[in-house]
């Protein structure tokens, strides 16, 4: 069974029974041909969203035909609402989970000993409402005892509920205007409807898929459409996805899956005619302001000129020779035939750094240390050493007296983690930027001087509209970016474009040895720079013009 969320305020859920009663050509006796088959959960998972949508907006059409009540949609377009109902009345009804404090423990105890059975959320919410109204009465020379406190609850949490319930029939039943027929939006409404949805899909995710526009078209759409059943819902949300999804659209989508290479036969192909081996609604989409974004972002991480650190006082604020530490980025990472040093018989070479780090871990360090790229990234599993790489490196960035090390995260519990590991100057990329919640306005973002540097932890938690807002600030500021974050994590928020490609800065791989993406000759090419240009070292420290396809490494 596949469960569908409808709508959490409704509380209703829909099933879908992932089974199929076919022939199966495969059995070994005709009697055994006729048998129950489980469909791919993989495709049902996929319309999950567009089946929401649909299931939560015939249910409010429903709702409001056959009752008359208002369904109005949530704010935050998760769920609908029953208008009328108080925020009071939910919450008294609510089944989040609160905190218990020790008398509410002690109500909670009392509880199970008479009922043998624990008390849902709702009846120990209402039971915390019960303990700090009690609270704050006269107090008694003696305190009431568990089973008192237990029956006075019990008496008045059926009182209020009653009392509640009672008033609902008449703020919700028979509304003014429920269930009456709206005018279906055309022409230019419309369009601006198709546009926010796409928009508002796009800012999900850097590509989504039709099911997903679907859920975002019905929610910009009326809350009330005339009592349509379940049929015209599915139709008219249909018909609009298509219309979104139309070249030369209002939203400007643009489809990123390839065509089939190589033309399939007839029988491998479904009665609608798609391949077999093909899911329905597989199709990834994107938009064309979502490239451009992209293109941009990629030819600014190509650029050279921002901050850096010479070579000479890089290598000895990371307590390592430069002659050794170049070489040995030469040996591993560079061209054949690039200069360096032959490795010591038996792989007895001491240590790049005697500042406590690795030696691919030196060597990555080294690199965006001196790269003076205005994007340099910094990649490696978990586990691999980048916190401890990236503190070491913010510190020899603040003794060279170039600028600040300011930490960027996805979240203030982040950017205070980031903090005590030695970045004092860490902040959440909402306060950084000064978004201002509920808003696409900002309010400026924080200071940035020349020379300093910006890491973005976790990048690939980040979308694009962001790297790029983080990109715009350290460009007019003079200040370099350094991206951290672990290979092929968060999916879903890769690249829109398909041959789209990050220049790789450095890559640790937690052994003596740096795994850079140059091992992948086929994606990569090479800029025109000569041998021992700090620019341009190899995959390792991301040689400007080298380039690497996303999952490549």
């Not at 800012?203 to 975002?216: G, H, I, N, P």
Request: hydrophobic share 40%.
């Amino acid at each position: 069974m596949c469960p569908v969320h409808a709508s959490r305020s409704f509380g209703s859920r829909n099933a879908i029974l992932n089974r199929v009663l076919r022939e199966d050509p495969l059995a070994s006796r005709p009697g055994d041909r006729r048998a129950w088959r489980t469909l791919d959960g993989t495709a049902l998972y996929a319309a999950k969203p567009a089946a929401g949508a649909i299931a939560e907006r015939t249910l409010a059409e429903y709702l409001s035909a056959r009752l008359g009540v208002q369904a109005v949609a949530r704010a935050d377009g998760n769920g609908w609402e029953i208008a009328g109902v108080s925020e009071a009345v939910r919450d008294q009804f609510s089944s989040r989970r609160r905190a218990i404090g020790p008398r509410v423990r002690q109500l909670v105890e009392e509880y199970e000993r008479k009922h043998d059975r624990t008390p849902d959320a709702r009846a120990v919410w209402s039971m915390a409402q019960f303990v700090t109204l009690d609270s704050r009465r006269a107090k008694a020379h003696s305190a009431p005892s568990r089973e008192t406190m237990l029956a006075h609850w019990e008496a008045q949490s059926r009182r209020a509920e009653t009392e509640a319930l009672s008033a609902i029939p008449d703020a919700v039943l028979g509304r003014p205007g429920a269930g009456r027929a709206a005018r279906p939006p055309g022409g230019a409404q419309l369009r601006r409807i198709l546009a926010a949805a796409v928009a508002d899909a796009q800012r999900c995710k850097a590509t989504f898929s039709r099911y997903e526009l679907t859920r975002m078209i019905s929610r910009h759409l009326p809350d009330c459409l005339g009592g349509l059943d379940g049929g015209q819902v599915t139709g008219l949300l249909e018909e609009l996805t298509s219309q979104a999804l139309r070249p030369g659209g209002p939203g400007g989508t643009v489809l990123l899956t390839a065509p089939e290479m190589v033309p399939v036969p007839a029988a491998y192909r479904r009665a609608d005619g798609l391949s077999l081996w093909r899911r329905h609604g597989a199709e990834i989409y994107t938009t064309r302001g979502q490239l451009d974004t992209e293109t941009r972002l990629l030819h600014a991480a190509a650029q050279n000129g921002a901050p850096r650190i010479a070579p000479d006082r890089a290598a000895a604020l990371l307590g390592a020779d430069r002659a050794r530490i170049e070489a040995r980025l030469w040996r591993e990472h560079g061209h054949p035939g690039a200069p360096g040093v032959p490795a010591a018989p038996g792989g007895g070479e001491p240590p790049l750094s005697s500042a406590g780090l690795a030696d691919d871990q030196a060597q990555a360090a080294y690199g965006v240390l001196t790269s003076g790229r205005a994007i340099d990234i910094l990649v490696g599993p978990a586990g691999t050493g980048k916190t401890r790489t990236v503190a070491r490196l913010a510190q020899a960035w603040r003794d060279a007296g170039t600028g600040r090390v300011i930490g960027l995260t996805t979240s203030t519990n982040a950017a205070h983690i980031l903090a005590a590991e030695g970045l004092a100057h860490s902040h959440s990329l909402a306060d950084f930027l000064g978004r201002i919640e509920g808003s696409d306005r900002t309010r400026g973002h924080l200071p940035v001087l020349p020379g300093d540097l910006l890491v973005v932890d976790e990048a690939s938690m980040v979308s694009t509209a962001d790297l790029a807002a983080v990109q715009d600030i350290a460009t007019r500021c003079g200040a370099k970016i350094l991206l951290t974050g672990a290979p092929g994590s968060c999916p879903r928020r890769r690249p829109a474009a398909r041959c789209g490609c990050w220049p790789v800065s450095t890559a640790i791989t937690g052994s003596t040895r740096c795994s850079g993406s140059s091992r992948s000759g086929s994606a990569r090419r090479r800029c025109g720079c000569a041998p021992g240009t700090p620019a341009c070292w190899p995959s390792t420290t991301s040689a400007a013009g080298s380039w690497t396809a996303p999952g490549s490494r």
